[in-house]
Nanobody, 124 residues
Framework: QVRLVESGGGLVQAGGSLRLSCAAS????????MGWFRQAPGKEREFVAT????????HYAESVRGRFTISRDYGSSTMTLQMNNLKPEDTALYYC?????????????????WGQGTQVTVSP
């Protein structure tokens, strides 16, 4: 069992930045891909970014590419999401997840464990 805890969310004005962190405990997630999803009120949970087990492969949703950066240290179960130039449409509950395998994954069904989420609110 892997327990995930997200942190770093908050309220920021449009154009500002936030840095989210996801720490895994329990069974190690260092050999698994990890990723971030988000869910706005009344909407489905959507893919944001994902990273492979060694940090060598990353993928981003088109809506965040060029503004968000996902990272993790090699052999680490801790992952971060640097979010720059935030927009009001980025407002959502952000979840981190652990993939069943070693690779990055953009599909929600590929994830085995989820955190409880951290709220990001971007004001106009």
């Amino acid at each position: 069992q892997v327990r995930l805890v997200e942190s770093g969310g908050g309220l920021v004005q449009a154009g500002g930045s936030l840095r989210l962190s996801c720490a895994a405990s329990g069974r190690t997630a260092s050999n698994n891909g990890m990723g971030w999803f988000r869910q706005a009120p009344g909407k489905e949970r959507e893919f944001v970014a994902t990273i492979s087990w060694n940090g060598g492969r990353t993928h981003y949703a088109e809506s965040v590419r060029g503004r968000f950066t996902i990272s993790r240290d090699y052999g680490s179960s801790t992952m971060t999401l640097q979010m720059n130039n935030l927009k009001p449409e980025d407002t959502a509950l952000y979840y981190c997840g652990v993939v069943r395998g070693a690779f990055s994954a953009t599909e929600r069904s590929a994830y085995q464990y989820w955190g409880q989420g951290t709220q990001v609110t971007v004001s106009p």
